[in-house]
T-cell receptor, first 112, second 112 residues
Framework: DGGITQSPKYLFRKEGQNVTLSCEQN?????MYWYRQDPGQGLRLIYY???????QKGDIAEGYSVSREKKESFPLTVTSAQKNPTAFYLC???????????FGEGSRLTVL | GDSVTQMEGPVTLSEEAFLTINCTYT??????LFWYVQYPGEGLQLLLK?????DKGSNKGFEATYRKETTSFHLEKGSVQVSDSAVYFC???????????FGQGTTLQVKP
C-alpha cells in the first residue's frame, strides 16, 4: 500500500545530542514537509521540499536541518541548537500545488 | 500573513448532539480550505476540503461550507458519536502553493 513511513515512532535522547528522524514515501509525490506539533499550538512548518536537492525553511527552522537526496526520502535532523526539541514530529507529502497533504503517523521525540 | 483561527477546546458533547467547530481564516487571494482529524497517537487524516467560495465539503456526516464573505469554514455534524472523539484541525493552502497553514486544533470529546 502507498503511504508515508516515519521512524522511529518513539525516541528518547539526552540533551545536546543530535537526532535524525526518518521519513519515506512511496506515493511518488514531489513535495515533502516536516511539521512540529505541540499541545495547544497546532502544527508549525519546519522545512519543506518541492523537488529533489532543494528545500526551504518554514516558520520554525532554527535548530533543524534536512536533506532531499532522493524523491522518496526527507530526513529531519534535530540538532543540539534546538532549544526545546521535545515534541511530536509529523512528515507529510503531496504533489506540488494546492491539495491534500498525506501524513505519516508521527515520531515522538523526548529529550531527557 | 495567512493564518487560521479555530475555537478553543476542549469541546465536550453527549452522543447524538449537534457539533459546530468554528474556523475563520485570513488569506490573500483564493486559498483552498481543509479540515483534518487526528486520533490519539496518530498522524492527521483529511476529513473534507473545499477549493472555492460556496463549495461545501462533506465526509462521514461532517460538512463545512467555504464562506468568502465571512472568511469562515465552520465544521458541523448533526449527530456525533463516541468514535468522533479526536482533535480537529482547520487549515488553508494559500493560492498556488502546496503548503498548509493550520489552526491550533480543537479537541472533541463525545461521551456516551
Amino acid at each position: 500500500d502507498g503511504g508515508i513511513t516515519q521512524s522511529p515512532k518513539y525516541l528518547f535522547r539526552k540533551e545536546g545530542q543530535n537526532v535524525t528522524l526518518s521519513c519515506e514515501q512511496n506515493l511518488n509525490h514531489d513535495a515533502m514537509y516536516w511539521y512540529r506539533q505541540d499541545p495547544g499550538q497546532g502544527l508549525r512548518l519546519i522545512y519543506y521540499s518541492q523537488i529533489v536537492n532543494d528545500f526551504q525553511k518554514g516558520d520554525i527552522a532554527e535548530g533543524y536541518s534536512v536533506s532531499r537526496e532522493k524523491k522518496e526520502s526527507f530526513p529531519l535532523t534535530v540538532t543540539s541548537a534546538q532549544k526545546n526539541p521535545t515534541a511530536f514530529y509529523l512528515c507529510a507529502s503531496n504533489d506540488r500545488g494546492p491539495g491534500e497533504l498525506f501524513f505519516g503517523e508521527g515520531s515522538r521525540l523526548t529529550v531527557l | 500573513g495567512d493564518s487560521v483561527t479555530q475555537m478553543e477546546g476542549p469541546v465536550t458533547l453527549s452522543e447524538e448532539a449537534f457539533l459546530t467547530i468554528n474556523c475563520t481564516y485570513t488569506a490573500t487571494g483564493y486559498p483552498s480550505l481543509f479540515w483534518y482529524v487526528q486520533y490519539p497517537g496518530e498522524g492527521l487524516q483529511l476529513l473534507l476540503k473545499a477549493t472555492k467560495a460556496d463549495d461545501k465539503g462533506s465526509n462521514k456526516g461532517f460538512e463545512a461550507t467555504y464562506r468568502k464573505e465571512t472568511t469562515s469554514f465552520h465544521l458541523e455534524k448533526g449527530s456525533v458519536q463516541v468514535s468522533d472523539s479526536a482533535v480537529y484541525f482547520c487549515a488553508l493552502s494559500p493560492f498556488n502553493t502546496g503548503k498548509l497553514i493550520f489552526g491550533q486544533g480543537t479537541t472533541l470529546q463525545v461521551k456516551p
